[in-house]
Structures are given as structure tokens and as C-alpha cells.
């Protein structure tokens, strides 16, 4: 009778440890979500340390200086444009902020949206 019930505990807790890991594997990643949507970005890249796009219209400073290949300093830069000029229509507007020219611009524009 004491053989069968320590059975049964191992049986329980292997049944746990498979649902822990199972919930580990497919449980929804932390996306460590900003007040905007999030979206996936239109090109995949390897090298990527942002994994969905960010919004140059709602994006703060902090936030765009978590995008791969945009120093503080250009964070600051986008965050003043918009304040002075406006919305970005589109990524590519991204070009008229002081700083960004067409390599940077290509370098960025998958991990950025509007």
C-alpha cells in the first residue's frame, strides 16, 4: 500500500513539472506593451532587438531609444520633430528629422510604423 501511493506522488508530480514546462513553452511572450498597439514589423531581421514595431507618432524617447540603431540622442531628435512639425505620415518621413539620412532610414525602417 505504501509503494502505491508513493507511485501515485510521482506520478502527480511529473504530471506538474509536464504542465509547468508545457505552459512555459506556449504561454503568450511578455511584451512589455507601451500605451500604444503594438505590431509586428513588415521585415523580419535576425539581428532585431526590438520585436515589433514602434510607433513614431506615440513612441516616447525612451521607447525609440530601444530600437536598434537609434542612439538617445536621435530619440530626442524624432520626439522634437513631432513636437514641431507634426504627425509622420509615413516611416519614410522619418527622413526629415536632423540626423537620418537614407542608410539610417533603411537600417530602421522595419523596426519603426506610423
Known sequence: MKRRSERL???????????ALLYETFRAPDLHTASAPQTVP???ASTAI???AVDLNTASAEELAGVRGVSEQLA????EDR???GRFSSVEDILRVKGVGQATYEKLR????V
Open 9 to 19: 506522488l510521482i506520478a502527480i508530480a511529473l504530471l506538474v513539472i509536464a504542465a
Open 42 to 44: 513588415t521585415q523580419t
Open 50 to 52: 526590438s520585436r515589433f
Open 76 to 79: 530626442r531628435a524624432i520626439v
Open 83 to 85: 513636437a514641431e512639425n
Open 110 to 113: 522595419a523596426y519603426l510604423t
